[in-house]
């Protein structure tokens, strides 16, 4: 079975979330896109041939993309806020066999919902599990934090935010997916603060001990192209994972659903 793409919106705690959804006959994938972009960047797995018989579900996080911008940032734009919402939109969806997909950001939202979870398949990982105390300047590449750090100003230049899209890229990509920036464009500035805040909450579980004390196969990828996330932090933990160690998509930089889609597509499917 497989069945048309479409995209609605839920109204959740007062917001309008917006879906993309298309139905299928084998296990749901539920993707959660990372800071700053949108549904958009999970196009090459709703058109994928590898995946046209699976249920697909993908939303856009509040104050990303076609979502409601949040009256209460510093609550809704957190870390756990993101994570209720996470929860809430699988109890709203009644999902009892599925797989869970994060994004850079959205790994964390991802891992964070770990201790609350029934009937998940399991859960695919693409950014650096946050450990006690946070260590931001070993977890992402020096030479990258300070473009990073740029952007996410309120009002970034378009030099920066060139500099900032290639950054998601493998090195020797130089055509930017107009998604990107248009994605950028759309989301509210006040996502940066509060995110920012919400990581330094000491709330956060740690990241490492959730995969290690999950029932379910949790598995961590990066490319070997990454331009942000730091492989020397992700190699030095110890992860008791689905593979038995980090797995690595060659020849791929942040983004890689969008760069080696056919290559993250099979993973997919090898996990459900």
Known sequence: MTGTITDYFISIDGKQIHFVEKPG?????????????????????????????HHLIAIDLPGHGLSDHSQNPLVDYSLFGYR????????????????LVGHSFGGYIVLETLPYLT???????MTNPLVKPIQFELMFKTESLGVINEVYQKDP????????????LHPRQHEIPSFIVEDFARTDPN??????????HSG??????????????????YGDRDQITSSTYLESL??????????????????????????FNELLTSMV
Request: charged share 25%; proline share 3%; with cysteine.
């Open 25 to 53: 006959d084998l296990p749901t994938i539920v993707m959660i896109h990372g800071r700053c972009l949108s549904t958009r960047m999970w196009e090459r797995q709703f058109n994928s041939n590898q995946l046209k018989r």
């Open 84 to 99: 209720d919402l996470l929860l809430e939109i699988l109890s709203i969806k009644k999902l009892d066999r599925y797989l």
């Open 119 to 125: 009937g998940c398949l399991g859960m695919l990982i």
């Open 157 to 168: 230049d378009r030099k920066t935010l060139e500099k900032y899209s290639l950054l998601l």
């Open 191 to 200: 996502v940066h603060d509060a995110i920012l805040q919400g990581m330094f």
């Open 204 to 221: 956060y579980k740690d990241e490492i001990k959730l995969i290690n004390d999950s029932k379910f196969p949790v598995l961590v990828v």
């Open 238 to 263: 110890t992860l008791a994972n689905w593979h038995g160690s980090i797995s690595v998509i060659e020849n791929s930089g942040h983004l890689m659903p969008w760069e080696k889609a056919d290559v």
